[in-house]
């Protein structure tokens, strides 16, 4: 008779441990959501590419000036984010270099940023890079 009790002892216990567990993994999982509940970096890829697939700015960003190219991209992803709790910086460059940021003097919080190389001219091949950094607005 005691050795039935302490088989239904163990089974409780192992019950309640693994209650536990799944309750600490829970509340963990609920507050990484809490801390970044959308990461904005995961919708500027598709953006990217639908980018790098519209032939007249790819020409512009490669042929032409990067200024004026910096100034299309970024009415680009302004008129796909639409959200007015973000703000974004395009920037151009060589696929080698390293892209330069100057965040805003009152920026407080994450920047969220993605890149993609753009190179498809068959008769100069000068790939560039374009990096686009994203914001919250506070």
């Known amino acids: 008779m005691v050795n039935n009790k302490r088989g239904w002892l163990r089974i409780v216990e192992a019950s309640i441990s693994i209650v536990l567990v799944l309750g600490v993994i829970l509340v963990m999982n609920i507050r990484e959501k809490e801390t970044y509940p959308d990461d904005p ?9 639908e980018l790098a697939k519209n032939v007249s700015w790819r020409e512009l960003a490669l042929n032409q000036s990067l200024s004026a190219a910096e100034v299309a991209a970024q009415k680009f992803f302004i008129e796909r984010i639409n959200n007015p709790a973000f703000n974004l910086d395009v920037r151009i460059c ?11 003097a009152n ?13 498809a001219n068959p008769y100069n091949f000068t790939p560039k890079k374009i990096k686009v950094f994203l914001w919250r607005i506070r």
């Open 41 to 49: 970096s995961f919708m500027l890829e598709p953006l990217l590419e």
């Open 107 to 119: 920026l407080k919080g994450d920047i969220f940023s993605s890149e993609r190389i753009i190179g």
């Open 94 to 104: 060589q696929a080698n270099e390293v892209c330069v940021f100057s965040p805003p």
